[in-house]
């Protein structure tokens, strides 16, 4: 695996204009934090964990990354150009370097299309030259890298199970050979057996092309079995982010701590002896967000400093960083 | 024994691997259309009325123009239906023979809905996809200036057009074509607001597919099937307005006629005992019209999304 740098997020910001209910048009519209000053970086063959609760940023920090929601600030370095400064017919040629996974198998794929067309659809759009013969043998090639019978061709989506439709789904990501593949919780959806099924062969196809993963989710299990760096968001802000043993070993900020506390450990007696470090309350509006750091309402240490000031991130080991202030 | 058995499933392997071809959303609707009896009958009641009114013309002793001398002006004892005469029909109060003219009315009928809803189909769906794939202000304003055109009566504008412009089919046509894709622009923008949001539309969008492509491949075949419907169900509704607008005297033009025309003619004379010149062209109206409602109802339920 080469080590070289291939995304880098910087101070990414993502706003939303809300406008509430009997509101007059001219009223000025509130503005939701959705993503908060993130960034990071990905090298080839990596994989990022992204783990938050619901509505907490995890899609929207994705799909600013491919600039399918507007971007309000920050940078989206990709091989050296930033993408969020591009036209979207110069952004097209780094299209298909990213591709994306999405969560419902079956509505990722466009119901009156078949297999063949739609795993080939990517390489018609960018290579529309391409003879025939050529996109057909491209398509059964990478059928079969994941795991598809390449008789299915003329099949339609309704005709297959969630598992197959997701590795339908990979398939039209990897057509192109992209470098980067965005995962937005493509195992949600599916039951465990298959869940399994499907990480492990992302996994497989990462070693075997050199991919880089962004890799949502919600189930910490899930991602620490795939990721080499987590990344834990809270409120649209960067909580905690570390190669993912350290993440599991030594959590670092409260809520990371009380998010792998809840992990259920396959084995009854050391499940019935854990100490679960519990959450109160409910997540505060992203439009209100609370003043300093945001997890302050919920978190068991907090203190005055907590709401007058925002945590930097801080190291607290080799690339392991933190915001919170107790943590030195 | 065990080689035959071999080669046999040797065989069945062969034709596994074979690519078969899947059933496709639209093979699956044709299916459930073709177990709806009534709309099965229907399809071939109408596609008999039409293929009649393409043959029967050469079995047509007279022509729609011609004015049979003996009949004029005595229909009511000459002008019956019969086979000698020729006039299987019967004819008018001019002498000018019924099947001739119930042909040709059909023809004309039948071709102004068909075309009318066919240019509504194409610019209302073109027109609603866009709005709704759009959004924001480009709908907006888009669908105002269809508010605008739904509030302006329809009928009002249509009688002055042919008023203003004089009688003819292609005034006809304008006037219906202008006003019909109204409905259908609706109905559409609403499907593709639901359809925009549907996550096989973010992946062609993350791909780097045009938009153009995005409404034409992704939204436009998938807005067919209500589409479809909605087109069966405003053919008979033309040819009504066209009925209407003709039955006023202001349709087609003599010599040629539509089934209003004819219906507006028997309808005058029923007092002279020339029934048939209101029963043919009616019967002929309102058949195809319920056939039509009756394959609109079957299409329907075969794309009914809920069986899917």
Known sequence: MSNQTILEVENLTVNFDVSSEGDMPWTKAKKLQAVNDISFSLSAGETLGVVGESGCGKSTLARAIVKMVPAESGKVVWLGNDLLGLSHSEARQYRKQIQMIFQDPLASLNPRMNIGEIIAEPLRTHYPKTPESDVKARVRDVMHKVGLLDNLVNRYPHEFSGGQCQRIGIARALILKPKLIICDEPVSALDVSIQAQVVNLLMDLQEEMDLALIFIAHDLSVVKHISTKIMVLYLGNMVELANSNDIYQSPSHPYTQALISAVPIPDPNVEKNKELILIEGDLPSPINPPSGCVFRTRCQKAQDICSQQKPEYKEVATSHSVACHFND | ?308
Not at chain 2, 145 to 153: E, F, G
Request: proline fraction near 3%; charge should be neutral.
């Open chain 2, 1 to 308: 024994m065990i080689v035959a058995n071999k080669n046999k499933i040797k065989d069945m392997a062969d034709n596994l691997s074979e690519s078969g071809a899947g059933r496709s959303l639209w093979k699956d609707a044709r299916i459930r259309f073709m177990q709806n009896k009534a709309a099965t009958i229907s399809l071939f009641i109408l596609l008999a009325i039409v293929s009649f009114s393409f043959i029967g013309p050469y079995f047509a002793v007279w022509s729609y123009e011609q004015i049979d001398w003996n009949a004029m002006g005595s229909a009511a004892r000459v002008g019956m239906p019969s086979i000698e005469s020729g006039h299987f029909f019967g004819t008018d109060d001019l002498g000018r023979d019924l099947y001739s003219r119930v042909i040709q009315g059909t023809q004309i009928s039948l071709m102004v809905g068909v075309l009318g809803a066919s240019v509504a189909v194409i610019v209302g769906t073109l027109y609603g996809a866009t709005s709704g794939y759009l959004g924001g202000k480009t709908d907006q304003i888009m669908m105002r200036i269809v508010d605008i055109l739904m509030s302006i009566p329809y009928m009002f504008v249509l009688i002055l057009l042919l008023v203003v412009f004089g009688r003819s089919i292609g005034m006809l046509f304008i006037g219906i074509g202008l006003l019909s894709w109204l409905d259908m622009s609706r109905i559409v923008r609403g499907q593709t607001l639901n359809l925009k949001n549907m996550e096989f539309i973010e992946a062609a969008k993350v791909t780097g597919v045009s938009d153009f492509k995005i409404i034409t491949r992704h939204i436009v075949p998938n807005l067919l099937g209500i589409v479809a419907v909605y087109a069966t169900l405003l053919v008979p509704g033309i040819i009504l307005a066209e009925s209407f607008i003709s039955f006023l005297g202001l349709g087609v033009q003599e010599p040629s006629t539509s089934w209003g025309a004819l219906i507006k003619e028997g309808a005058g004379t029923i007092s002279y005992e020339t029934e048939w010149q209101l029963l043919f062209p009616l019967a002929f109206f309102v058949v195809s019209l319920f056939c039509f409602y009756f394959i609109g109802d079957g299409l329907r339920d075969a794309l009914d999304p809920k069986d899917r």
